[in-house]
C-alpha cells in the first residue's frame, strides 16, 4: 500500500452474474485528499463504492483501506421511519458510537430536526443526515455516492460547504461520485473518469475540466449533468423521491 | 350484564395469547419479510416442555421460564435454517418454516405423545360485579400488557431495538451502517419464539393442549397480526383482543364449535378491507 493512502484499489473486477459491472479498476485516495469520480449512469460507480464498504466482494483484485471508510449511500437511504437522532446513532453501530452530539456541532441545521421521522425531511436535509449518518463512525475517509442527485443548486452548494469544511479542519479524504462534473471537478483537486467498468481517464481537476473530450462529454450541453438538472426539477414539481436501483441482487 | 362482563374478560384473556402469538409474527416479519408458519409450534413446544418440567417437581415460575426459553431456542433454530443463509428470498423461508412447522408434529409426537396436557396455573376464582372467572386470566392479561410494554421499549429504547427497526425499515442502509440484516432476522426469530411460548405456557392452564394446537393460535395469531398488515405491535394487540371478545361471544350466546371460523371470518373480513386500500404485504420494491 502507498504510504499515506486511504484507499487503494488495485485490478479491481466486480461481477453480477455474468455481467462485469467492474473491469480492472485501479484508484488511490490519500490522507486528506479530495477525489472526484466521474461517469454516467451504469458506469459502476455505486458498484464501486459498495465493494469499497465491503457490501459487494470483488470478483478479483484487491481493495485496500487504511484507516475507517464511511459510505453516504446514493439515494440518502434513510431509515424512514426513525427520527433523525437514531438514524445519527444507528450510524455509530460499527464502532459503538452513541454520542450524536458532536454531529450537531457540524451540522447544526439538524439541531431542530434530531426529533423528527428521517422519512419526512426534504431530500437535502436527508442528504445532511446521511452525511451526519456517516460521520457517526468517525472515519477517515468518505465515500459520498452522488451527493448532489435530486437536490436544488442551492442546497448542493451547503453540502459542498460542509465537506471542504471538514476536509480542512477534520483532514477528512473524500472520494465524490458524481454524475454532475462541474460539481465534482470544482470541489476535489485529482478525479478518475469511469466508463463502461474502466478508469477512461484520470489527472488533476484542471487538466481534466480543460481536456476536450471531459468537457465534451460532461461539461457540455448533452452532458448527463444536463440531464441530472432535469431529472431535479421532475423532483421539485413533487415527484416520489428517486427510486435506487438494489444493489445486493 | 354480569354474563357478558365474563365472556368479555375470558374472551380478552384467549385473546392475549392470539395477541401474542400474533406479535411473535410481526416480530419475525417486520426484520425478514417472512410469514413464519412454525409461529405455533413455538407455543405448543414451550407448553409440552412445561408441563414436563411441573411434572418432574420444578416450582411454578422457573419451570415456565425455562419453557419460554426453549421456545426463544426453537425459534433460533427455525430462523437458522429458515434464513440462516444470507440472501435466502422470503418466499423460500416461508416455505422452509411450514415444513418445520409439520416437523415439529413429530418431534411433539415422539416426546410427548398425542395426548391433551395441561396443568395447574394461578389458583382460585375472582369475583367482579357478580362475574366469576378463574383468577389466572387476570395473569395472563397482565403479563401480555407487560410484555407489550417492554416490546415498545425494546424497540425504541435498545441498540439491538434499534438495530431491528432499521433492519425493517431499510435493509440496504442497515447494510451500510455495518448491521448484519441476517444476524438481526435470526434475534427476531429468538423473539418471536419468546413470544409464542410466552402464550403457550399462559394459554395451557385454560385449554388442553395438543401437538396439533397450533393451528388454532396461528389462524388466531395470523388474524390479529394481519389488522396491522403483520408490521404493527399496537394493532396485533388490539386485534388479538378483538378475536378473543368475538370468539367468547359467539361461544357464549351461540355455538363453542364455531370458533375458528370466527377467526377464520376475521381475518378474511379484514384482508378484504386492507386489500381495497392498499396493499396487505408490503413487498419490498425490488
Given at each position: 500500500m502507498i504510504e499515506g493512502s486511504v484507499i487503494e484499489v488495485r485490478d479491481l473486477t466486480v461481477r453480477y452474474g455474468a455481467a462485469v459491472a467492474l473491469d480492472g479498476v485501479s484508484l488511490t485516495v490519500g490522507a486528506g485528499e479530495m477525489v472526484a469520480l466521474i461517469g454516467p449512469n451504469g458506469a459502476g460507480k455505486s458498484t464501486l463504492v459498495n465493494t469499497l464498504s465491503g457490501i459487494l466482494r470483488p470478483a478479483s483484485g484487491r481493495v485496500t483501506i487504511g484507516g475507517r471508510l464511511a459510505q453516504v449511500p446514493e439515494g440518502r437511504q434513510m431509515f424512514p421511519d426513525l427520527t433523525v437522532d437514531d438514524n445519527l446513532r444507528l450510524g455509530g453501530w460499527r464502532v459503538r458510537n452513541r454520542d450524536t452530539g458532536p454531529i450537531y456541532e457540524v451540522l447544526p441545521d439538524l439541531v431542530k430536526l434530531r426529533r423528527r421521522r428521517a422519512g419526512l425531511l426534504s431530500g437535502g436535509q436527508q442528504q445532511m443526515v446521511a452525511v451526519g449518518r456517516a460521520l457517526m463512525s468517525r472515519p477517515d475517509v468518505l465515500a459520498v455516492d452522488e451527493l448532489s442527485l435530486g437536490l436544488a443548486p442551492l442546497v448542493v452548494a451547503d453540502l459542498v460547504r460542509h465537506l471542504r469544511e471538514l476536509n480542512a479542519e477534520r483532514g477528512l479524504a473524500v472520494l465524490l461520485i458524481e454524475q454532475n462534473a462541474r460539481i465534482a471537478l470544482d470541489l476535489c483537486t485529482r478525479a478518475y473518469v469511469l466508463e463502461a467498468g474502466r478508469i477512461a481517464v484520470s489527472g488533476s481537476a484542471e487538466e481534466l475540466a480543460a481536456s476536450p473530450t471531459v468537457a465534451a462529454a460532461y461539461l457540455g450541453a448533452d452532458a448527463p449533468v444536463i440531464r441530472a438538472s432535469l431529472k431535479s426539477l421532475e423532483q421539485l414539481e413533487g415527484r416520489p423521491d428517486h427510486e435506487e436501483e438494489g444493489v445486493a441482487r | 350484564m354480569s354474563e357478558l362482563l365474563q365472556y368479555l374478560i375470558t374472551g380478552v384473556g384467549g385473546g392475549c395469547a392470539f395477541a401474542l402469538v400474533g406479535s411473535g409474527l410481526v416480530a419475525i416479519y417486520r426484520v425478514t419479510r417472512v410469514v413464519n408458519f412454525a409461529q405455533g409450534a413455538f407455543a405448543v413446544i414451550a407448553a409440552l416442555t412445561a408441563s414436563t418440567l411441573l411434572a418432574t417437581g420444578l416450582p411454578h415460575g422457573l419451570a415456565e421460564g425455562l419453557a419460554v426459553a426453549v421456545g426463544a431456542l426453537t425459534g433460533l433454530l427455525v430462523g437458522l435454517v429458515a434464513i440462516g443463509k444470507p440472501g435466502t428470498p422470503p418466499g423460500a423461508a416461508l416455505i422452509a418454516t411450514l415444513g418445520l412447522g409439520v416437523f415439529a408434529y413429530a418431534v411433539e409426537v415422539l416426546i410427548w405423545g398425542d395426548q391433551p396436557r395441561s396443568f395447574p396455573g394461578v389458583p382460585g376464582a375472582v369475583e367482579i360485579f357478580g362475574a366469576r372467572f378463574q383468577a389466572h386470566y387476570l395473569l395472563i392479561i397482565g403479563a401480555t400488557l407487560a410484555v407489550f410494554a417492554g416490546m415498545g421499549l425494546l424497540f425504541t429504547r435498545t441498540d439491538v431495538g434499534r438495530a431491528l427497526s432499521a433492519c425493517a425499515s431499510n435493509p440496504y442502509a442497515a447494510k451500510v451502517v455495518g448491521i448484519s440484516v441476517t444476524r438481526m432476522g435470526l434475534v427476531s426469530f429468538a423473539i418471536g419464539g419468546a413470544l409464542g411460548g410466552l402464550a403457550g405456557v399462559l394459554v395451557t392452564p385454560i385449554q388442553l393442549v395438543t401437538f396439533d394446537y397450533d393451528v388454532t393460535l396461528i389462524v388466531g395469531g395470523f388474524a390479529a397480526a394481519i389488522l396491522g398488515g403483520l408490521v404493527r405491535p399496537a394493532l396485533t394487540l388490539a386485534g388479538g383482543l378483538l378475536l378473543g371478545v368475538a370468539q367468547a361471544l359467539v361461544a357464549g350466546?351461540?355455538?363453542?364449535?364455531?370458533q375458528m371460523e370466527v377467526a377464520l371470518v376475521l381475518m378474511l373480513a379484514v384482508m378484504v378491507w386492507q386489500a381495497a386500500r392498499k396493499p396487505i404485504v408490503q413487498e419490498e420494491t425490488a
Open positions: - | 350466546y351461540g355455538n363453542a364449535a364455531y
